[in-house]
């Protein structure tokens, strides 16, 4: 996607952050290890695990805050798995015409190798269907989509995947960080 030459520029602009990102998201997983995409910091911690059929899926969908308690800690594994398949995949998905057979959405790779290419196939596929769109699209009501989305534009949800790309992304390497200290 880096060498794309956009005309429109706000599809350039938007592609261009989104490239910055997953340059830097994409950067701070080299190495993950499976011990670390499955690290619990805490011991209620929410992360993927194998069903009876050996099959990973995540445990939690949305983790509940609450005023009495302290905000949930998800793994490595959930994060990404809720960049790519929550968000990225999930608005393909609900939010536009050309949707790829995605298989048993709830199974997710229980291996960081094989989790962080799904998340970069889901991100390939959520970034051309916005590559494709054109500025005129992209800024026009969806017209289609869950929860009030058909009213919105196609850029409002490029942002929207943004943020949770750049928040997960950064609690992701935040984890790193902590698991790589942890015991020194």
């Known amino acids: ?30 190495g993950l290890t499976d011990a670390e995409y499955h690290w619990e910091p805490v011991g209620d911690c929410i992360g993927i695990r194998p069903g009876d059929d050996g099959l990973f899926r995540v445990a939690t969908l949305f983790p509940e805050s609450s005023p009495d308690a302290p905000d949930p800690v998800t793994t490595i594994a959930w994060r990404i798995w809720h960049i790519g398949n929550l968000c990225l995949r999930g608005y393909v998905i609900y939010l536009f015409d050309d949707v790829p057979d995605y298989g048993d959405r709830d199974v997710w790779p229980g291996t960081a190798k094989e989790g962080i290419q799904a998340l970069a196939e889901d991100w390939e596929h959520f970034i051309s269907r916005i590559a494709a769109l054109g500025d005129k699209r992209l800024l026009a009501p969806i017209g289609m989509g869950p929860g009030g989305w058909a009213d919105e534009t196609y850029l409002k949800l490029a942002l929207h995947a943004l943020k949770e790309v750049t928040h997960h992304g950064g609690e992701i390497g935040l984890l790193r960080d902590l698991y790589l200290r942890e015991g020194v």
Request: charged content about 25%.
């Open 1 to 30: 996607m880096a060498d794309m030459i956009v005309p429109d520029p706000v599809t350039r602009d938007i592609l261009a952050a989104f490239e910055n990102v997953r340059y830097q998201l994409f950067g701070r997983l080299e």
